[in-house]
């Protein structure tokens, strides 16, 4: 086994995916084991024919169904997915920011010019007002940054806007948090 194993393999054990961490010599020195990590970080010790095994049906799963997203798909997939699930447009997008006069948090259209020196009229001209404005789309960058979570400029909270097409919109939330 330890010819072809590569860190970062992923197998499916019992129901559940896990990557591969280390290869370890058994305690009877007879063989080897196999550390493996959950998406949840708990790590598991697995048989190397338990290991094999996994990976095997983690293979068939995928060309049985290619369009199957795990944690082991590809960035780009993911983000796939997510946009066939939330179907918003994409030439413009809100982004959240924290308002200190009101202790709430609030959206805007994301610009290019925002706060750029001679260009952007912020604080006398609203953004709604301004002729220099430049909406960004909706790109993977700016999703990614909504996944990550909060940096140094605002919350890092991406909102779409879900009329496209004209009039028709296609819209599906799911709360994942643990929180109420």
Same mark, same amino acid.
């Given at each position: 086994?330890?010819?072809?194993?590569?860190?970062?393999?992923?197998?499916?054990?019992?129901?559940?995916?896990?990557?591969?961490?280390?290869?370890?010599?058994?305690?009877?020195?007879?063989?080897?084991?196999?550390?493996?990590? @959950? !998406?949840? +970080?708990?790590? *598991?010790?697995?048989?190397?024919?338990?290991?094999?095994?996994?990976? %095997?049906? #983690?293979?068939?799963?995928?060309?049985?169904?290619?369009?199957?997203?795990?944690?082991?798909?590809?960035?780009?997939?993911?983000?796939?997915?997510?946009?066939?699930?939330?179907?918003?447009?994409?030439?413009?997008?809100?982004?959240?920011?924290?308002?200190?006069?009101?202790?709430?948090?609030?959206?805007?259209?994301?610009?290019?010019?925002?706060?750029?020196? @001679? !260009?952007? +009229?912020?604080? *006398?001209?609203?953004?709604?007002?301004?002729?220099?404005?430049?909406? %960004?789309? #909706?790109?993977?960058?700016?999703?990614?940054?909504?996944?990550?979570?909060?940096?140094?400029?605002?919350?890092?909270?991406?909102?779409?806007?879900?009329?496209?097409?004209?009039?028709?919109?296609?819209?599906?939330?799911?709360?994942?948090?643990?929180?109420?």
């Amino acid at each position: 086994m330890g010819n072809g194993l590569k860190q970062g393999k992923r197998a499916l054990i019992g129901e559940r995916e896990y990557r591969f961490v280390e290869l370890l010599e058994s305690v009877g020195g007879d063989g080897e084991v196999v550390v493996c990590e @959950g !998406v949840d +970080g708990v790590r *598991r010790y697995a048989t190397q024919e338990s290991w094999e095994a996994g990976c %095997l049906y #983690l293979e068939a799963e995928n060309k049985r169904n290619p369009s199957l997203v795990t944690s082991a798909s590809t960035n780009t997939e993911k983000l796939a997915l997510f946009r066939s699930l939330f179907a918003v447009r994409d030439d413009v997008y809100a982004k959240s920011y924290f308002s200190k006069k009101t202790s709430r948090v609030g959206y805007v259209p994301a610009c290019s010019n925002e706060w750029v020196s @001679g !260009v952007c +009229g912020k604080p *006398r001209v609203k953004c709604a007002d301004c002729a220099r404005r430049e909406f %960004l789309p #909706l790109d993977d960058a700016a999703l990614k940054r909504h996944f990550v979570g909060a940096d140094q400029e605002d919350f890092g909270i991406v909102a779409g806007y879900p009329l496209i097409d004209e009039d028709k919109t296609c819209v599906l939330a799911i709360d994942f948090d643990k929180a109420d």
